[in-house]
């Protein structure tokens, strides 16, 4: 049967009829255009929706939801879908794209920045930097500001201002029922906190307003050495994140890149063992910290005093669609035993990139007004991903992937953190237990008949 027949076949309803509702566009299965507008940025992702909305203001989102709602179907919001591949299936849904409402505005002088549900990191990077201003963005210039911070947000700054979640001011939506809001610490506030890091289940959300820090520089950069000092650099790194301030965010990182084209000419095809360093305060302060990992002498050395809009590009995040595959964990210590698993199950395997992301300092530290992701109690972070243009290489990094994480086994957290979380979890993997009670709460108040369909459904 092909995809029109289905359509046409559905005894339920015909999601064409939305076409003369909206301002923006709808596809369904048998367009023309169907396989680029089912596209997903990781192309890896193999989206298959009833039919997909893509939007150009809150009104078309209340359109589509109040269209789905009424007829059976669910509603998944998407950004940019850097995290399509976490879904469990689309059946019964309309994929709702927001990347048109990409709108970003800065306010100076409250220090606060505003982004429409489609706005990537790098449209607010940049708009803030006018200002001399920084937000809590991630390591990617393209990833959605959106689904960033409802999931958390752990950025270059996370140790000195804490997860990006817990620095939002308000929140504009549409709930289920097809209703405008704007949710604020006095204004909703059971539903301003589950979407302050519990994900997007509770509804579409159209723009989100959070803090700006002053910040113009930073010093910042990469201390590269060849892969086969692996276990010494990274012992050597785990000890110097045990004494760093707060002012210090670091990675430690092994980098196996490939021999093509797309690849720099100085590393293209060669494989090092890398620490990613981000002191956000004085650079002579900045020096004097990173002075003990330079003695370990580098064999490139690219720390220096950088603008923040370069800060976006330190991670060497691929900007554009491409095809991964990666999953994350917590981990509960970086030992040397530990050290040992993630170096013999890295060095030498599909994986492109393994990094482990220093958290502590303001990332956990819980205070009485964040919201539904407090804090990490736990210190390390881990994120594996390999390229997967073809099933075949897709599936040499899902084995890779296994292996790392089965021999990571013993250390893994009970939770882990969602936005590093790239395969399909059972719910309540990313919430301490009182948390993940409160937002099924949140969630049955708010969506009852359970329209909105996030990539990690509560
Ligand atoms: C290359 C790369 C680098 C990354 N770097 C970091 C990093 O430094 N720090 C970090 O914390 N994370 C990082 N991540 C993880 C990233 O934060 C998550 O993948 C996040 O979910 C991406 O959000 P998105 O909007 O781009 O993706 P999408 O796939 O579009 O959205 C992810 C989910 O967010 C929800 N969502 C999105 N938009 C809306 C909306 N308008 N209303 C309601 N719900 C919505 C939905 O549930 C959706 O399934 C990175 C990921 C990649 C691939």
Redesign the pocket.
């Known amino acids: 049967m092909d995809n029109v027949t289905q359509i046409a076949g559905l005894a339920g309803p015909d999601v064409r009829e939305l076409r003369s509702r909206i301002a923006g566009d709808v596809y369904v299965p048998g367009d023309d255009a169907w396989d680029e507008a089912r596209q997903?940025?990781?192309l890896a992702a193999d989206q298959r929706p009833t039919a997909v909305a893509v939007v150009e203001g809150a009104t078309d989102v209340a359109v589509v939801i109040d269209f789905a709602r009424e007829n059976g179907l669910r509603v998944?919001?998407?950004?940019?879908?850097?995290?399509?591949s976490a879904?469990s299936g689309m059946h019964d849904t309309i994929l709702l794209k927001?990347h048109r409402m990409s709108g970003v505005t800065v306010d100076p002088e409250r220090r606060v920045a505003r982004a429409e549900?489609g706005a990537i990191w790098i449209d607010v990077v940049e708009a803030a930097a006018e200002h001399g201003l920084a937000a809590l963005s991630?390591?990617?210039p393209d990833?959605?500001v959106?689904?960033?911070t409802?999931?958390?947000?752990?950025?270059w700054l996370a140790r000195k201002h804490g997860i990006g979640a817990n620095n939002v001011t308000a929140i504009e939506l549409v709930t289920a029922d097809g209703e405008f809001k704007r949710v604020e610490r006095d204004h909703d506030p059971d539903l301003f906190w589950a979407l302050r890091g519990g994900?997007?289940?509770f509804?579409?959300?159209?723009a989100i307003e959070f803090n700006l820090f002053p910040y113009e520089h930073v010093y910042a950069g990469i201390l590269w050495f060849p892969v086969e000092r692996a276990t010494e650099i990274l012992t050597a790194w785990r000890a110097w994140t045990e004494i760093v301030p707060d002012e210090l965010t670091s990675v430690g990182r092994i980098m196996q890149f490939p021999p093509l084209d797309f690849v720099p000419e100085p590393v293209r095809g060669k494989s090092f063992v890398i620490i990613e360093a981000i002191y956000a305060g004085d650079p002579v302060d900045g020096e004097h910290w990173l002075a003990p990992l330079r003695e370990l002498g580098p064999v490139m050395d690219t720390v220096k005093t950088i603008p923040m809009t370069e800060l976006s590009r330190l991670?060497m995040?691929?900007e554009g669609p491409a095809p991964?595959v990666g999953d994350g964990t917590m981990l509960t210590a970086f030992d040397d035993e530990t050290i040992a698993a993630f170096v013999a199950n890295t060095v030498g395997s599909p994986l492109l990139s393994a990094e482990v992301r220093h958290l502590g300092g303001a990332v956990a530290r819980p205070k009485a007004e964040h919201g539904a992701l407090t804090h990490f109690e736990h210190e390390y972070l881990t994120f594996a991903v390999g390229i997967a243009p073809v099933p075949p290489a897709a599936a040499a990094v899902h084995g890779a992937l296994e292996r790392l994480f089965a021999a990571l086994e013993p250390w893994q957290a009970g939770h882990t953190y969602s936005?590093?979380a790239e395969r399909n979890r059972k719910p309540g993997s990313f919430h301490s237990e009182a948390a993940y009670h409160r937002l099924k709460r949140i969630k049955a108040q708010v969506d009852p008949e359970n329209v909105i369909r996030?990539?990690?459904e509560l």
Do not use: E, I
Not at 76 to 84: D, L, S
Not at 150 to 155: A, K, N, V
Not at 203 to 206: E, M, Q, R
């Open positions: 997903a940025w990781n998944a919001p998407q950004g940019t879908g850097h995290a399509a879904f927001t549900a991630g390591s990617s990833v959605g959106v689904g960033y409802l999931g958390g947000g752990l950025s994900g997007g289940s509804a579409v959300v159209t991670h995040d691929p991964g936005n590093f996030a990539n990690h």
